[in-house]
């Protein structure tokens, strides 16, 4: 690719970003009624529609991350697709790798500390939910079948049937925080990045540990609270 065909293609993803962003809002202002309404059929199938835009989200912000404009050659990104299509996790990983050969740090323990703590975060954030993703963009909306389609996955099957909104908020949320960690690296390799990096993981970390005590009733109960504070005091 050409560095023109390389803008045009990171300009198309900032377009598709944008517009998943705000479907994703509107399925989840719809999750929210449906909550208040104890509608578990609605509820249900909007679940897994927020589950398909998450799928197509991901997808997005990976092609967006890897265009970015001026920072990977067209053969670094061809490196990346070629991994990405043996797992979305390869793809990460490449990526990493290759954005991590451009920070200026020959003297120190730097680039191998950031590497192993990043790897981690990648296996830890974004192997399962792949999974996920990839079940559910495949139609395996209520029943996940094993990779070559010809045995039911139980592990997946369950998780698949008790994916809530909380869980999807969370994926999403540890997607757009290591999203932003390794766009640092792309970006600005030796200042960004240097500056901001551990700061970022201590924050994601945070972040990813309050929202592990969200609960699906919880929010249920929350939303019908305000809801009647509003019946009551508009």
């Not at 920070?103 to 990648?122: C, E, F, G, M």
């Not at 540890?174 to 240097?194: K, R």
């Not at 592990?212 to 509003?230: P, Q, V």
Request: glycine residues 2%.
């Amino acid at each position: 690719m050409s560095p023109q065909e390389i803008e045009q293609i990171f300009d198309a993803q900032c377009d598709n970003v944008r517009e998943l962003k705000s479907a994703w809002t509107h399925v989840n202002k719809t999750i929210n009624q449906a909550l208040k309404e104890d509608n578990d059929k609605q509820l249900a199938l909007q679940t897994r529609i927020l589950g398909l835009i998450f799928c197509a989200y991901s997808e997005a912000t990976f092609l967006k991350l890897i265009h970015t404009d001026k920072k990977f050659s067209s053969d670094e990104i061809e490196q990346i697709k070629a991994s990405a299509k043996h797992s979305i996790v390869e793809g990460w990983k490449k990526c990493l790798e290759l954005a991590l050969r451009k920070v200026d740090a020959k003297k120190s323990n730097h680039v191998p500390n950031v590497q192993q703590r990043t790897l981690s975060l990648i296996k830890d954030h974004i192997e399962e939910p792949s999974l996920i993703r990839n079940k559910i963009a495949h139609g395996q909306w209520h029943t996940a079948l094993n990779r070559k389609n010809t045995k039911i996955n139980q592990e997946l099957t369950d998780i698949i049937q008790n994916l809530t909104v909380i869980e999807l908020t969370k994926y999403r949320a540890a997607f757009d925080s290591l999203s932003d960690i390794i766009e640092d690296i792309i970006e600005s390799p030796n200042h960004a990045h240097w500056k901001f990096y551990w700061e970022h993981v201590a924050k994601f970390e945070q972040e990813q540990k309050k929202m592990s005590g969200h609960t699906l009733e919880a929010k249920r109960a929350l939303l019908k609270k305000k809801a009647e504070y509003h019946r009551i005091y508009a």
